[in-house]
């Protein structure tokens, strides 16, 4: 047995303007306006997150303690989030014509989808540094998550949801006692709402990036990938983007990886995938700009990709151009199709965000950008049971 | 890196009449009506499989190959299935006045239940034996797995359906391209029409312990609880039965592991939770009967334990008797309840089977037959996204 494993956390430094900050206070955003990411001591850590003291620990979020925030090892606990299997996906990967085809199957974290991670962690750190009250928009996976994490910790959740987001969702939040709230519009106006309630000074704000530790615990995602694969990344991760969250925690894991020693070669090419009516990122990529702007009217029925805008869009953006990636957008019928595929090639019953990744292998391969023999892993960020599918009769 | 594993099957063997049978060919009942069950050479088995080889296994069901019917390598393989968290169940401990309660998420599979695991090997083997035509009655979650395996195989299934299925189950099915019947009345109903169908005679039927594989499947449930709790298993198991494959499954897991020389102390006092409006075994263990009868008219809203009848019903009462177990029934309102404890207290979403757990511990605690210090574990076999809960507002 070894000595319990130490947080390494050492401050927080904004992402875009690199200021420093205390990471052991609450933080919400840099005053300029970005995203504060956790930094840590790489150094201290590798002393004890190896390959060796991994092999003895339990698969999931936790088993990365001196890379993730949590000071306290009491509170490095959840609801099992994380370890989700990395299938081979050979029945999508016969429709697809692609040979080394993996699927990302986080559709089996707690509550049904990958918002699992970052919840888990946000809860467990936020709530060790004092928060009780805590509220986000949300498009229905992050809403269900933030309750779930709240009535495992006993703290409050307030969650805004669209007036559109369908009804397991809002049902998941009332009964994990959460406080839901149906909005008109979308996640950018459900978040303003939210953040105009007269309580609103005494909530400690979940939304997407607007606090540093949700990115922590999608970073594991990316550790998780690279120990599954052997310490290393696949030539090409297909991610569905509406926030970004994953994206950033995933090119973080890339950093700390490296630095820990725990990873070579080159890193993926990244494809952010969003919707046709909703594609803030694909157009910005498209234009060359460096950032995006807001969606005006965001239309898909895929609610997790209903999200006009995002606060990383610059290192989103920045992390597609150096790994040689792209930006594909699909339609919300491609996506009903794909559900159809992954559903009869694979035995998987995906949610349409999820969906849209396979979409947009499809649009790749078909263009040329993929090829047959290219290493591609597809994060199915959802399963689809809180969404209706379309009844098909054989 | 060990040697690929061997599966160690060596034949059936009726669990009734003690008739044996070649494993290597299909095989449903037994003449006598009774289950086979699969008997391995454990002593070749125990050269393989031990903690040392165990530690350098993926989790999941394929881990324990050797004890597993598949012979082919290649074959042993599916959606990810099993290696599901054992959790530790502080909040509705709390609640239940129980201090060492677990929870074994079952909800984490492949499609969101504890039928993955008997599907994924039922179907794997079968496949292997040469079926490619599968059929059965379900009260949804056996169905919905059955189609995604078929899926997953490439093959064909058919499944009856009583009419009073939550359409997410319906929806399901089709999905998969599976072929799905709705039937007036209940799984017995189902199953004696699809029986009747012209077409019956070319179909493989997977129901509940007419085949002897999915016993082998949800055998692993119990052999990862051992793993997880260091090899010993808990005080008392509660377990919500229908067809009861599960117990059977432990009791096997219990046999064989000991042989195998990886268990030691008692096994564990088996709780049978069955409801209010439909629970067979729970009378037969009260009037202290060997057989049980069939229920006439099962009327529950949880459709996993809308079962008239089990074909293991002797095997179930008798593994009750001899760990010194008992038998419950629970209301519909009292799973109503406890599924609104577990998603408020703990965090978990669950289906009404799986709650119906939660209501048996809350029941046995109070007429004194737990302890506040027994160690219990409860069997959460699904996740509650497929059946609507009653929204309440706060």
Same mark, same amino acid.
């Given at each position: 047995m070894s000595a319990p494993p130490v947080s390494a956390l050492r401050n927080l430094a904004c992402a875009r303007c690199s200021r420093e900050e205390d990471a052991d206070r609450l933080q919400t955003l840099c005053p300029c306006g970005g995203t504060y990411l956790a930094r840590y001591d790489l150094e201290t850590a590798r002393r004890t997150l190896h390959r060796t003291s991994l092999a003895e620990r339990e698969p999931g979020v936790w088993r990365w303690a001196e890379i993730l925030p949590v000071r306290e090892a009491s509170r490095r606990r959840g609801l099992g989030e994380g370890g989700t299997p990395l299938l081979r =996906?050979? @029945?999508l990967g016969r429709r697809l014509g692609l040979s080394r085809l993996w699927l990302k199957d986080? @559709? !089996?974290n707690p509550g049904g989808s990958f918002k699992a991670q970052g919840m888990a962690v946000a809860l467990a750190r936020n709530v060790e540094l004092g928060a009780s009250r805590f509220a986000l928009p949300s498009a229905g996976n992050a809403g269900g998550a933030a309750s779930a994490y709240g009535a495992y910790w006993g703290v409050d959740v307030h969650v805004s949801l669209p007036r559109a987001t369908p009804d397991a969702f809002r049902r998941e939040v009332a009964a994990h006692n959460a406080r839901g709230y149906d909005v008109d519009g979308d996640i950018a106006t459900a @978040? &303003? %709402?939210?953040a105009a309630r007269p309580e609103a000074h005494n909530w400690f704000f979940l939304s997407t990036l607007k606090e540093p530790y949700r990115a922590e615990g999608k970073k594991t995602m990316g550790l998780e990938l690279v120990e599954q694969? =052997? %310490?290393r990344w696949p030539s090409v991760i297909v991610y569905p983007t509406g926030g970004g969250t994953g994206i950033v925690g995933m090119v973080k894991a890339d950093a700390e990886l490296r630095e820990l020693g725990l990873l070579e070669g080159p890193p993926p090419r990244f494809v952010v995938v969003q919707a046709e009516g909703c594609a803030p990122l694909v157009k910005a990529f498209e234009e060359g700009a460096v950032r995006a702007s807001p969606w005006p009217d965001p239309q898909t029925e895929a609610n997790g990709l209903r999200v006009p805008g995002s606060v990383a869009d610059d290192l989103?953006?920045? /992390?597609l151009r150096r790994t040689g990636g792209t930006a594909v957008r699909v339609s919300d019928s491609d996506m009903d199709d794909a559900r159809g595929w992954a559903a009869r090639d694979e035995g998987i019953y995906l949610a349409p965000e999820a969906a &849209?990744?396979?979409? &947009?292998?499809? !649009?790749l391969k078909r263009d040329g950008w993929?090829? /047959?023999e290219d290493e591609v892993v597809l994060f199915l960020t959802g399963n689809g049971f809180k969404y209706p599918m379309k009844e098909r009769r054989r």
């Open positions: =996906g050979e @029945g986080e @559709g !089996r @978040g &303003a %709402w939210l694969l =052997g %310490w989103i953006l920045d /992390a &849209a990744t396979v979409a &947009a292998a499809e !649009r993929l090829h /047959a």
